[in-house]
């Protein structure tokens, strides 16, 4: 086993160095598979979905370690655009002070590299079965990445008992929050029709505002819920109204709008779906609706006690149960088994100059590595 497998800075500007916008393939994954094979994981990748509009690979790394519960980190390789302005090339990590800067230095491959640091350095005193389940789509429409790593998992009879998302949720200092669930996310598009003419014949023309205007009078309206014990209440927000008429004269031919709803774990998607539908076709529109995930909870238990522990164990922070802030693909791998969410501070994710603490790099790592080596105890 080289050193730098134990360092997880060295490891981050590795995968940092390898330029990964969204969908991410290619010298990212070669570079994650280099550090895994040494320890000891079976590392599988497949690519998936239209080359001619984005593929997307996909890795599964699998290690037995005798008896035990098998225990997974998932993650994605992939990162958002870096956007002009940057101090330095995003793509080529720079340490500055006590921090370490770089596109995905803190979304998320700082806590990758985090991860293979703790189990380089626990070896095999990390028992039972771990597999990691790395996406290059999470950043983007999320359809040719963990869900299809999850049918490929699948068709291999390949299945954890326990999931560690590595996003990063902390908020003032690591270890202040953990996710134990994510609410649902909906997006609807409104469209109303009307038959365009001249504003001196209205009786010649059909105007396809006023409805529009009541629908969503009585959208804003509704209150869905004022929520539970672990969720904030459900919200619709409106994110787009557009008629697209320029001339003052006419009576536009069609209007529309766009809404998205979060929503706990009171609702569906589809629910929703139908409840709107309803409110727009009563007034002659049609809806179109797209689920980019439906809200689950991983209730307090186990899983939770055991990265809760690990946290306080090193920093002295008791963390924060929490259901806020959007989406992640633990809302796919909710259904194959208890599934919770812990990493670095969040703070520059998505900005110019993202950085993460050299300090924070270390301490996940060991935080990382209680868990892995104390994951075959729980039952």
């Known amino acids: 086993m080289t050193p730098a497998l134990t360092d997880p800075a060295a490891l981050a500007e590795a995968l940092i160095a390898c330029p990964s916008v969204t969908p991410a393939t290619g010298a990212v994954f070669d570079c994650l598979e280099a550090m895994l094979v040494p320890l000891g994981f079976t590392v599988e990748r497949f690519i998936d979905g239209d080359p001619a509009e984005g593929a997307v690979e996909n890795l599964l790394a699998v290690r037995a370690v005798g008896p035990g519960p098998h225990f997974a980190f998932a993650g994605h390789l992939d990162v958002v655009p870096p956007g002009d302005g940057w101090t330095s090339d995003a793509f080529l990590p720079q340490r500055r002070g006590e921090l370490l800067y770089g596109r ?3 979304d998320m491959k700082g806590a990758i590299a985090a991860f293979v640091a703790a189990v380089a350095r626990a070896g095999e005193s990390a028992a039972g079965t771990l597999s990691l389940l790395i996406t290059g789509d999470e950043e983007g429409d999320a359809v040719h990445g963990t869900r299809a790593l999850m ?8 299945k954890p008992d326990l999931c560690l998302v590595g996003e990063p ?26 038959v365009q003419g001249h504003v001196a014949y209205p009786h010649l ?3 396809p505002i006023s409805p529009l205007v009541r629908i969503l009078s009585t959208i804003a309206a509704i209150e869905l819920d004022k929520g539970t014990d672990w969720f904030q209440p459900s919200n619709i927000e409106m994110t787009d109204l557009m008629v697209g008429n320029p001339a003052t004269n006419v009576i536009p031919g069609k209007a529309t709008a766009r809404l998205s709803i979060r929503f706990n774990d009171l609702h569906s998607g589809a629910s929703l779906t139908s409840r709107i539908r309803h409110i727009v076709e009563s007034e002659g529109g049609t809806l179109e609706a797209k689920i980019s995930g439906e809200a689950f909870l991983t209730p307090p238990g186990p899983l939770s006690t055991l990265v809760s522990a690990a ?15 959007g989406t992640s693909d633990a809302r796919f791998l909710s259904a ?25 790099l270390e301490q996940l790592t060991a935080i990382y590595g209680r868990i892995v080596t104390a994951a075959h105890t729980v039952s």
């Open 205 to 207: 023309a059909r105007n």
């Open 104 to 106: 995905g230095a803190v």
């Open 169 to 194: 949720t902390s908020v003032q200092r690591l270890g202040d929050m953990i996710k134990i669930g994510r609410r649902g996310s909906v997006n609807m598009w409104i469209t109303v029709p009307g």
């Open 311 to 325: 946290i306080e164990a090193e920093t002295g922070l008791v963390p924060e149960l929490s259901t806020s802030g």
């Open 336 to 360: 194959l088994c208890p599934v919770v969410e812990f990493g670095l501070v969040n703070a520059t994710m998505h900005k110019l100059d993202e950085a993460v603490a050299l300090s924070d």
């Open 151 to 158: 049918r490929h998992m699948a068709e291999r009879g390949v």
